[in-house]
Each structure stands twice: as structure tokens, then as C-alpha cells.
């Protein structure tokens, strides 16, 4: 039976590495592993995931109104697909998160979502969210804040270097971020 899963993490825990590593499983046994990305990275990258480690896979990218079902149904048409990996899976939308549910359900293709759990003000993604109450199987994937301790929620920088406490939910400049412990989270933010 093919299931959902959601993996999570704050930032810079490896979960595009980890999804690369899946794909080149895949691959590596002669299988078809389908790649998708956020727009919001597609800028940044051209549609290619990128991991800090070097490593890189081109990505089909998703747009906010695609329909990830016709999407995948029509390739998996054409060519069998025996995964569908989606990286940067807090942008997807409620609707989509349920299209990828039938993905597995209907289609009978496993799919792998990996996201963030929660942005910078420490509320819940929508796609996030939809995908920890639908998930067959959700795994945190640890990272550390700088005092060691297992981080959890994510900041964003200033101009100033201070912790940002409004602003546009998305914001796709990796080095404007930081990973850090709940207690820590809670210190930056109440400054």
C-alpha cells in the first residue's frame, strides 16, 4: 500500500539532502522517482533542488493552483512512476496536499513531502499543517540550535541581524534564517 509521508525540520537539517539520497535510491534500482519544487525556489535554483552538501536533482516545479493529481497522473501515464518526492512541501496548498493523498491512494504511488514544519513567527505552514493531520507517517528530522539543544522553530534575520516579528510569510533568502531551540526562538523574538 502506498502511503504519504511528511518529513519535517527547521532549517538546515538536510531534508533536500535526504530527499536526493531517496531519488538516487530509486534510481539507483532502475526505478522512476518524480521530483517536484516550490516556485518560490524555482528563482533561486531554476527548478533544481540544491543541497548545502553539493549535491542537485532537476525538479518539475509547483505552482500554488497546479493540481498535483493531473499533474502526476498524466507523467505516471506516460512513464510509470514508482515515487513522487516533493521538496519545499510547506508551499503546497490544502487542495494539493489532498491531491497527493490520492497520488498514493489512487494511484498507488508512494509520496515523500519534505518542509518545514512552521515559519518564522512560529505559526503552522498551510501545506505544513494540512500534511500533519493527513500524513500515514511523519518524521522529524533533527537539526541543533547553537546552544546544542534539538532546534525546532526558525528566525528571520533583519537588515539589522535582529529577529524579524512581521513580515511576508514566505521569504526564500536562505542565509536570512537561523535555527534555533524553542527557548532561544522565544528570547530572539521578544526583543
Not at 111 to 126: C, I, K, S
Not at 147 to 164: P, Q, W, Y
Request: glycine share 6%.
Amino acid at each position: 500500500m502506498a502511503k504519504l509521508y511528511f518529513s519535517y525540520a527547521a532549517m538546515n537539517a538536510g531534508k533536500s539532502t535526504i530527499l536526493l539520497q531517496a531519488a538516487f535510491n530509486y534510481r539507483e534500482q532502475g526505478m522512476q522517482a518524480l521530483i517536484f519544487t516550490s516556485a518560490h525556489h524555482a528563482d533561486l535554483d531554476d527548478g533544481r533542488i540544491v543541497s548545502r552538501i553539493g549535491i542537485s536533482a532537476d525538479a518539475h516545479i509547483f505552482h500554488p493552483d497546479d493540481d498535483l493529481f493531473a499533474i502526476i497522473a498524466e507523467i505516471h501515464g506516460k512513464t510509470p512512476q514508482d515515487c513522487v518526492l516533493v521538496d519545499e512541501a510547506q508551499f503546497l496548498s490544502r487542495d494539493q496536499v489532498w491531491q497527493l493523498a490520492r497520488v498514493a491512494d489512487d494511484l498507488k504511488i508512494p509520496v515523500l513531502a519534505y518542509g518545514l514544519r512552521t515559519d518564522f513567527r512560529g505559526q503552522l505552514f498551510e501545506g505544513s499543517a494540512q500534511l500533519l493531520a493527513i500524513a500515514d507517517s511523519l518524521r522529524e528530522i533533527r537539526t541543533i540550535c547553537h546552544c546544542g539543544a534539538k532546534a525546532t522553530m526558525v528566525i528571520r534575520l533583519d537588515e539589522s541581524g535582529n529577529a524579524a516579528r512581521e513580515g511576508d510569510t514566505v521569504g526564500v533568502a536562505r542565509d536570512t534564517y537561523a535555527s534555533l531551540c524553542r527557548r532561544h526562538w522565544v528570547e530572539a523574538t521578544s526583543r
